[in-house]
């Protein structure tokens, strides 16, 4: 399961899901805008940087993680590559990012950065990546 504004609005409920089910089945949402954590489908704000939310959930044992750059979502403009690097560098979880992919060239640029995956939705239905890129990034990865 995602634990997405749960994660903030209540860590307690999250920290007994975490210890009663495995961090292993578990993924931490970290929604952010302007690195801040945001809720209830983004309309709602808070003060939690995303780094140290991620880094509060690690303790916990959280593995995984789906960040998403709210202000690139679905923007086509290309990810939040240095803040995705960043969270690479100061957490050690497998980092799915979200967010601003406007071709293959983003999916392997986040590929070789260490993301464990890539939310690609927008530039699917925008025709801006194709099932067949999609296919051989898959074969040769």
Known sequence: ITLGSIAVQNPEFCYAMIQKYGAEKIILGADCENRKIKTSGWLEGSDNDVIDFILQYQEKGIQSTICTDIAKDGMLEGPSTG???EILCKTSVQ????????GIADVYKMKDIGCTGTIIGKAIYEGKISLQQLQNFIENA
């Open 83 to 85: 803040l995705y690097v």
């Open 95 to 102: 980092l799915v990012a979200s967010g601003g992919i406007s």
